[in-house]
């Protein structure tokens, strides 16, 4: 049986913690920064786990995560 392929594009959006739950990053930090306040974009800063609906689609496309 021939080697599973990792979806790249996931793969470097996502890492897995020590206890096995996915991390990601947040979204709307990259541009229209002014109008956002500071407290706003320093928690944007700070990693998110990935909700329980979407964990079973994430590990499909990451098998070897």
Request: proline share 3%.
């Amino acid at each position: 049986m021939p080697k599973m392929k990792t979806n790249r594009g996931a793969a470097k959006r996502f890492k897995a913690t020590g206890s096995g739950k996915i991390k990601r990053s947040r979204a709307y930090t990259s541009h229209i920064l002014t109008k956002k306040s500071t407290k706003r974009k320093r928690n944007l800063r700070q990693a998110g786990l990935v909700d329980d609906t979407n964990v079973k689609s994430i590990r499909k496309i990451l098998p070897y995560l």
